[in-house]
């Protein structure tokens, strides 16, 4: 009995010491830790600084077996909060000030909701995961749970919040050794339209600037691609002015428009996307260059479909 004792003892001796518990909710290899540990070890991923504007695209076919096209655009400010999404249809997001706004993808549509909102860019979290790690060590009291594997992984439970909204809805997130978001599982919520969970799985970009991992592709059966990443470690505010939100949402409109009928031909299918950059400092002035991109495309289209049908 007495050697019994002094194993017993000693494995108790060695789970004080490493600091950590057995979970008891977890049937897996996970044990309990603190937000203090992780907060220590993300020290790539729990903090950055500046602007970084990421573009993501979708060109191929449909479930409806037509050819599409697809154009979304990231953008969030690490020191003010500032964050949007501006797509082909519509753009929504989050000002310097707090306020969120929402519209559509035409001039004079943006409506700002004079109400402060505190999500800090969570909404991004499907094309920057990392902003959950930087969430979640902001306050100690959003992580209802944090446990940590014996390869160094973590598990954080914690209430994910939907913007606009007071709901949450129960999620956990599995983050590296060094808090680089790996998997996000979310609870079923049958009452806001899931009744099954949701994983997704990321994998980051190797263009993803210090402090951001940047996927290189969104879930689905119709996945947007990571196209081109611009990062300003010294920010740039002017980005998330109102009039220059709505010129990139209506050159995603036009741009869109322009490139589905342009692969709309047989001659077409396949062909990339050309890329562009957001770089000058009032990107309204980006206006016309897209517009230029959009009829060449349009032109080669014809040509090459009226060139097809004559050779017929």
């Not at 001039?107 to 979640?136: F, K, N």
């Not at 060590?137 to 973590?154: H, V």
């Not at 890329?275 to 009032?282: D, L, N, T």
Request: charged residues 20%.
């Amino acid at each position: 009995m007495l050697s019994k004792s002094c194993v017993l003892l000693a494995c108790l001796n060695v789970a004080v010491a490493t600091g950590f518990s057995k979970s008891e909710s977890q049937n897996s290899s996970f044990y309990d830790s603190s937000w203090h540990e992780l907060k220590e070890a993300s020290t790539t991923w729990g903090k950055s600084s500046g602007t970084i504007v990421a573009t993501f695209e979708f060109s191929g076919e449909t479930k409806n077996g037509m050819q599409g096209y697809g154009r979304m655009i990231i953008a969030y400010d690490a020191v003010t909060g500032a964050w949007f999404q501006a797509s082909q249809q519509d753009v929504m997001g989050r000002d310097r000030m707090g306020r969120s706004f929402r519209g559509e993808a035409r001039r004079g549509s943006i409506v700002i909701d004079e109400q402060p909102v505190d999500d800090s860019g969570l909404s991004l979290s499907y094309y920057i995961p990392s902003i959950y790690t930087q969430w979640l060590l902001q306050e100690s009291s959003r992580a209802s749970r944090i446990e940590r594997a014996i390869d160094q992984t973590w598990r954080v439970s914690f209430q994910r919040p939907f913007y606009g909204t007071s709901r949450t809805r129960a999620a956990s997130i599995i983050l590296s050794a060094d808090g680089s978001p790996q998997r996000l599982e979310v609870a079923a919520d049958p009452e806001m339209g899931h009744p099954v969970g949701d994983t997704i799985s990321y994998t980051i970009d190797q263009r993803s600037p210090p402090g951001f991992a940047v996927v290189e592709k969104t879930g689905g059966a119709n996945p947007f691609r990571l196209v081109q990443i611009d990062y300003f470690p010294d920010g740039k505010t002017e980005l998330f002015e109102v009039e220059n939100i709505e010129s990139m949402a209506v050159d995603n409109r036009i741009l869109g428009e322009m490139r589905v009928t342009a692969i709309s031909g047989e001659a077409m299918r396949g062909r990339e996307p050309a890329s562009i950059v957001y770089e000058q400092q009032r990107v309204s002035r980006m206006s016309w260059p897209l517009i230029v991109t959009g009829i060449v495309v349009v032109v080669i289209g014809l040509f090459v479909l009226i060139r097809a049908r004559v050779a017929r």
